[in-house]
């Protein structure tokens, strides 16, 4: 499916720390709360790789779980002073202090967090929260990748990955699938890999501030925080349509896509077919397109500018029940199961049951019949909204 956001990480963390590091990784964290089971213990563990031989006491046990909602980072440490004032405003539940940089995963730049496993487990929701296998694979030096790198990018759990670029090279581990929840991040290594590659040490947090809105604390954050840092939501919730429901379609007012931009998505879409599923491909000269990419492209064409990822695009207008679909709208898919409600796939509606789709590694951008397993619907595309999103 997918890519990291570009709208975030490139202008937190600069371009004099990009060219610092060339990784090739991915990330992990699951989004609960969206009505997905938490798998079981045994589920789980085909997402981790045989574990590293470590004390079970080289990682802290679950304590209490915090959901991130606002992400800040700069292009080098954030100071002591200004992560305690930070703790100290109202509302504030948790921070967490993490490495940040963009780094190269499969030839692709992503979002590359080092973390302390003991402390940083405790902000990602079931079940990798409560994966002690994860977590002490991630301390012995593993990096975990996302399960649609894996699954759809075609790297395999287990394998050695390069990492570290030409002044820090390495050869890392992929200890486990598990997928963040936050689109532009997509790879956790241990604050000690992290330095052992040359990233920048503690110049990104996360915060909790559960009963407050994301947006309002941002701005009396900028009071505080450094002239270089950035502040920026950690994606809001989708509220799906429930299977079956009685939902109508909302009355637009001129809101959505008029015929013509349906039909110029279309034909662009058709432009792709034959073309190669690349994990993180948006354009020709990548060789190829993933899933959201290709919707990235088709949209583009009509004056659309989407953003990036397959979680974002899901909120580019109103989520209907598949059987209100018309052709031009957006269907969406869950598949993941490390991330129960995660939306990890994307496609283009043709109508009559058919849709157009890079599907993953191995596979062609190509026509394909709708399947209904894990889908949570569609979306009737909104320019007002996209516009809004990139802004």
Known sequence: MRKPNRRVLPTLVGVSVLTT????????????????????????????????????????????????????????????????????????????????????????????LGVEPSTFRNYTPKPTAQSDGLWRNVAAGDVAISFTMGNDGGVRLGSQVPAGGRQHPAQLRVGAYATMGISDVDAVVSHTTAQSLGMPTGNAMLISVPKGKPAAFIK????????????????????????????????????????????????????????????????EAEGGYDCSGLMQYAFARAGIKLPRVAADQARAGWVIPYAKAQ???????????????????????????????????????????????????AVRVSPKTVAGLSG
């Open 21 to 112: 590091l060339s990784v090739n990784g991915a990330v992990l964290v699951v989004r609960d709360g969206d009505g997905g089971s938490p798998l079981r213990g045994d589920q789980r563990a085909q997402f981790v790789a045989a574990s590293a031989s470590l004390s079970s006491r080289a990682v802290a046990p679950l304590s209490k779980r915090l959901t991130p909602h606002v992400l800040v980072a700069a292009p080098s440490t954030l100071p002591a002073e200004v992560v305690d004032k930070v703790r100290a405003e109202k509302g504030v539940q948790g921070v967490e202090v993490v490495d940040a940089v963009q780094g190269m995963v499969a030839g692709k730049r992503v979002g590359l």
């Open 327 to 377: 052709p031009g709208d957006m269907l969406i898919w869950a598949n993941d199961p490390t991330a129960p409600g995660y939306i990890s796939h994307i496609a283009l509606y043709l109508g009559e049951g058919k849709m157009l789709a890079a599907p993953r590694t191995g596979l062609r951008v190509q026509v394909q019949d709708v399947y209904t397993r894990n889908m949570r619907g």
């Open 220 to 283: 009396r954050l900028k009071k505080v925080l450094p002239k270089d840092a950035r502040a920026v939501e950690i994606n809001p919730e989708i509220d799906y349509p429930k299977a079956g429901g009685d939902e109508d379609v909302p009355t637009a007012r001129g809101q959505v896509m008029t015929a013509s931009q349906v039909r110029t998505v279309i034909r662009a879409a058709y432009t792709r077919i034959g073309w190669p599923y690349v994990w993180g491909g948006e354009s």
